[in-house]
Structures are given as structure tokens and as C-alpha cells.
């Protein structure tokens, strides 16, 4: 490929004064000398080429004489009679065609060693790459090994194509074939390596989430098969016709031996949806309030964390409940109530609940020292209890919240002590009791707005033996119930129809 350049660089040179006047030589001659032979040099690169040696001996057959007036004569003989202008036209030709094929030769050359040269460098990039794979093996997914699979594959395409254009063989192409090959053993060894099983574990992460999905979809197709709940706070409904099984939240932050205790969630009707979460076990002796816990998200709650500290000395029983940023519990040792700030953990108010029996007098079934048991719901604060007049049948009385005094009160027929335990929604007071150690029963029920009473047979999933309080969340609408250390909630679901033979 080099000769052609500079024999077509001397070609022209050649063909001008072959087709031109031949006359003009003389004038060429700069040397006056007589004796000396005048040399012409036709061309620099004249003899240097071996193509180009025949033309040169064609010229070579002249003489040069001197006449009388001393002028110089030069004179040439061609060797053929007619000039080979026809192979001088098919030479020239030639030489066009060779000059353009190697153009393009050329120009493919400059595109190849810039394509090697960005595959080299995707190459390095390459091996960087998977030498990181290689060094760590959690990091990498899926996703890399794809990419760089996908990106050798190109490579080794692009080497086939250099391969076939690059008749013969060059060194860096082989080279370049030899280390994408390297490269594709590589990562399927590291595929094979794969110890963590990370891929399949992400691929199973992927089938169970495509599970998941799956679950949901059927769920919302059932969802129209429920009646659509009530809006939060609303009671357009007919009454708690069944609950959820139960989420199992979390172990009550003080552990396994606290069983008795109380949880929920702050009901205010002017900010309904943001009330804070409350943890109250009572000491192991099951009688005692004294720690408890608020976290401002469920999410603390759940890890345990941000909880906000607080110590009364002392509550009694398990009948606390948390309304308006307040708690409200039974105070030790006596028949009074009282009411907690929950900003300042200051006792704001403490009064006698009339006539409330109390100290285990009336509790409920399986669960001690809760003779009085309050409750919150859409209308506010209310009050569970029995009096030795009402023969230990439960009381329903309707609190003031601000001032703790009684507002009104409903006499039930329903035994207290035959009760595990009970709640309120609505203004209708629901109780349960215990039909085995895994389910518990809405059995009974107290319309305060229609003074109706009446049996009811919905069952409560528990996890653990013994329901130690039930409070119901307005907004959620939710049971948080405490059950032997666990903190559990249900989904309320509510009749359809509003109100009317509860
Ligand atoms: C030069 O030309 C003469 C006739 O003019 C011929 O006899 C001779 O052979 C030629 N020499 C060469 C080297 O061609
Ligand atoms: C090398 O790979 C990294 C990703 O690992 C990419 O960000 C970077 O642009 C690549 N460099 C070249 C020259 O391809
Ligand atoms: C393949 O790559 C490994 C690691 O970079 C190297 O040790 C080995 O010599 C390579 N083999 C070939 C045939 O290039
Ligand atoms: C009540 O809810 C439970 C748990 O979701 C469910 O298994 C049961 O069939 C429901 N009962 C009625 C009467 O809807
Ligand atoms: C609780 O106490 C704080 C600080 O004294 C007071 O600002 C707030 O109004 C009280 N909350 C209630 C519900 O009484
Ligand atoms: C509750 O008590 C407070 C303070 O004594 C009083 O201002 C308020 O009117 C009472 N509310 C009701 C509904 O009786």
C-alpha cells in the first residue's frame, strides 16, 4: 500500500512532458559547459520506483552534442514509433481505480482503529467492572450481569465483522476476539459463583411480590362484596356486625411478663386522625399503672423508638383510655377517676365516680382490678362500671371530659363479672366473653340511645388467652386490644343500614 502513494505522486510528472513539446529540453540546460554531458533528472522519485523502471529506460536512449555556434543539442529517441498512449491511459486509469480503492481502504482503516480503539477502552471498562462483581459479591443484581452480557455479545459481533473486513489476520483483532471471549467465561463463571444465591433470592423476592400483587387484586375484587365503611367519626351505620382477625402489632414494649395492661390510640374529634399511640402495662402484679409510653406514629411504636416516658403514681386496673390528649384511669386504691395531661403528665382533675364498687368488687371476667373500664367513642368519654344497686349488672355512665362529672347514666342487665370485657361505639356498649383460649365473643350489647339490650355472636380471634382491655378508635375504626402482653387490633365492620334494630 505505501509504493502507491509516491508513484502516483510521480506519475503526473511523468505524462506532462510526454504528451507536451519536447522542443522546450533545450531550454532546460542551464550548464554552458560544451564538454560536459547535461544530465536531466526527470524525477526525484523517477528510479526509486520499481513500477515505474521500464518508462524510465524507454527515455534513457538519447544523445547531446554540441553545434559550431556552441549551442547545445539534445536529441531523444523513443524507442517505439508511436507513443504507447494507450498504455500510458490504461496505467493511468489504474492508477485512479488503485487510488480510489485505497482511499476507501484508508478510510475504513481510520474507522476501524477508532471503533478498536472504543471497544478497548468499553473493554478496560468491562474488566473494571466485572473484576468489582468478582471482589464483592453482594453488591452486584441481576441487572449488571444482563448489561454486560448484552454489551460482550456486541463486542463479540463487532470483532466478527472486523474479522471479516480485515481479510488475513491482524494481531489486535485476535487479541481483542481472545479477550471478549475471556470476558464471557468470566461472567458466566461468576453467574455460576453466584454463593449469596442473590439472584435467586431477588427472583423469588420478584415471584413473592408478584404474589403479593396478586393477593391484593383479589382483595379489591372482594372489597365490593363488603359494605363500603362509613366515613371516619360517621355513625350512618347499623351497628358492629363482625370484626377482622387480628394484626399482631407488637409485644408491649416492657416484655412478655407485663400481660395485663392497655393500648390504643388518642381520639380527638377535632383532629381525629392524628392522635398519638399510647402503651400503658400495668406492673407485673397486674394492679398497678405506673409506666407508660406515647409514640407519636405507629411506625415508633413499632420499632420501639421515640417513645416518650412517663411515670404516675398510681393508676389502677386496665380500664385507662386516652381521649382529647388526656388519659383518664382509675386512681389506686379507690372509687375516683381521674385525668391525665398527656403534655405535662400532671393529674388535672380527680373525682369520685358515684356509687362506683370498685378494689375487685365488680371486675371482669379473668381480669383483675378493672371495676371501672373507660371508654371513648364518636359521642366521647364514657364510663364502664357497677354499683351494689344495680347488683353488679354493668353501669353505663356518660362522662364531661373536661370536668369528669357524670352526665347521664343507663342500668344494664348484663352481670359484670360474666364479662371479659367491653366497648363502645356509637353510644351502644358492646361486651364480650371468653368462649375458648383462642376465641373470644361480641355477645352482648346496650343501646344507650334507645335503652335496647340484646345477644349478638361475633367472634373475636385472640392470640393469647386472656383480653385484658378493648378500646375502640373512632377514626381507625379499629379495636386495640391488649392480650397477655400482646398488642392487637381489628378492623371494625360495620351493618349497612343505619341505625334502627340493633
Ligand atoms: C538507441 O537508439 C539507436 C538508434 O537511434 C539504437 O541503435 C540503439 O540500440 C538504442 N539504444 C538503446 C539502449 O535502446
Ligand atoms: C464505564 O462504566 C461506567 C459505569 O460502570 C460508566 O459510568 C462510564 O461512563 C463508563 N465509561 C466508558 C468510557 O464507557
Ligand atoms: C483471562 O482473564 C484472566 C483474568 O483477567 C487472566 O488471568 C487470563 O490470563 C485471561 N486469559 C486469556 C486467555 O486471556
Ligand atoms: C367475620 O369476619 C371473619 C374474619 O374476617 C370472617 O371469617 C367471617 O366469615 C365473618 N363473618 C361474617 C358473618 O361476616
Ligand atoms: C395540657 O397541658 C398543657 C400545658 O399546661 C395545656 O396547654 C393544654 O391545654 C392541656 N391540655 C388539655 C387537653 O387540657
Ligand atoms: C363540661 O365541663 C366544662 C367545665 O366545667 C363546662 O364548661 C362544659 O360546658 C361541660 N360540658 C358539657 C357538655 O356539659
Not at 500510458?88 to 475504513?108: N, Q
Amino acid at each position: 500500500m505505501r509504493l502507491g502513494l509516491p508513484f502516483l505522486l510521480a506519475l503526473p510528472f511523468l505524462l506532462g512532458p510526454a504528451a507536451g513539446d519536447w522542443g522546450d529540453l533545450e531550454t532546460l540546460s542551464p550548464d554552458p559547459s560544451p564538454s560536459s554531458f547535461p544530465s536531466y533528472d526527470f524525477s526525484p522519485g523517477f528510479s526509486s520506483g520499481s513500477g515505474s523502471s521500464s518508462v524510465s529506460q524507454s527515455f534513457s536512449n538519447f544523445t547531446g552534442s554540441k553545434d559550431d555556434r556552441g549551442t547545445c543539442q539534445c536529441s531523444i529517441t523513443l524507442p517505439d514509433t508511436t507513443f504507447p498512449v494507450e498504455r500510458v491511459e490504461r496505467l493511468e486509469y489504474t492508477a485512479h481505480i488503485l487510488s480510489e480503492k485505497f482511499k476507501i481502504e484508508l478510510s475504513k482503516v481510520k474507522e476501524y482503529v477508532h471503533l478498536i480503539s472504543v471497544y478497548e477502552k468499553k473493554l478496560v471498562n468491562l474488566t473494571v467492572r466485572v473484576e468489582i462483581m468478582e471482589k464483592d459479591t453482594i453488591q452486584y443484581s441481576e441487572l449488571d450481569f444482563e448489561l454486560i452480557k448484552i454489551e460482550v455479545k456486541e463486542m463479540q459481533k463487532l470483532i466478527i465483522r472486523l474479522k471479516e473486513s480485515f481479510v488475513g489476520s491482524s494481531e489486535i483483532v485476535d487479541q481483542l476476539e481472545v479477550e471478549i471471549r475471556n470476558l464471557t467465561l468470566v461472567v458466566e463463571k461468576l453467574e455460576t459463583l453466584d454463593k449469596n444465591n442473590v439472584l435467586s433470592i431477588r427472583r423469588e423476592i420478584v415471584a413473592l411480590k408478584d404474589r403479593l400483587k396478586e393477593c391484593e387484586a383479589s382483595k379489591s375484587e372482594m372489597v365490593p362484596a363488603t359494605p363500603p365503611p362509613p366515613a371516619p367519626g360517621s355513625c350512618s351505620h347499623g351497628g358492629v356486625v363482625n370484626v377482622s382477625r387480628p394484626a399482631v402489632v407488637q409485644l408491649n414494649w416492657q416484655g412478655f411478663s407485663y400481660k395485663y395492661g392497655a393500648w390504643g390510640r388518642d381520639y380527638s374529634p377535632q383532629h381525629p386522625g392524628t392522635g398519638l399511640y399510647w402503651v400503658a402495662p400495668l406492673n407485673t402484679d397486674g394492679r398497678y399503672l405506673e409506666y407508660y409510653r406515647l409514640y407519636n406514629t405507629l411506625d415508633d411504636l413499632l420499632l420501639y423508638k421515640h417513645a416518650q416516658h412517663y411515670r404516675i403514681a398510681y393508676g389502677q386496673g386496665s380500664g385507662t383510655a386516652v381521649y382529647n390528649n388526656n388519659m383518664y384511669v382509675n386512681w389506686y386504691n379507690t372509687g375516683n377517676i381521674a385525668k391525665v395531661n398527656l403534655s405535662t403528665n400532671k393529674v388535672a382533675v380527680t373525682e369520685t365516680l358515684p356509687n362506683a364498687a370498685y378494689n375487685n368488687r365488680f371486675s371482669y371476667a379473668n381480669v383483675a382490678w378493672q371495676d371501672i373500664d373507660f371508654a371513648v367513642d364518636e359521642n366521647g368519654l364514657w364510663v364502664i362500671y357497677s354499683t351494689e344497686a344495680n347488683t353488679g349488672n354493668m353501669v353505663i355512665s356518660k362522662l364531661n371530659d373536661t370536668s369528669l362529672v357524670v352526665l347521664n347514666t343507663w342500668y344494664t342487665k348484663q352481670y359484670k363479672p360474666s364479662v371479659s370485657n367491653a366497648f363502645m361505639v356509637c353510644g351502644v356498649l358492646y361486651a364480650t366473653r371468653t368462649l375458648s383460649t383462642r376465641t373470644e365473643e361480641i355477645f352482648y350489647y346496650y343501646d344507650t340511645n334507645t335503652g335496647k339490650e340484646g345477644r349478638l355472636e361475633i367472634a373475636m380471634h385472640k392470640m393469647q388467652e386472656n383480653v385484658h382491655s378493648i378500646n375502640y378508635h373512632p377514626f381507625d375504626h379499629k379495636l386495640y386490644v391488649y392480650n397477655d402482653g400482646y398488642l392487637l387490633n381489628y378492623d371494625v365492620i360495620f351493618k349497612r343500614e343505619p341505625q334502627q334494630d340493633v
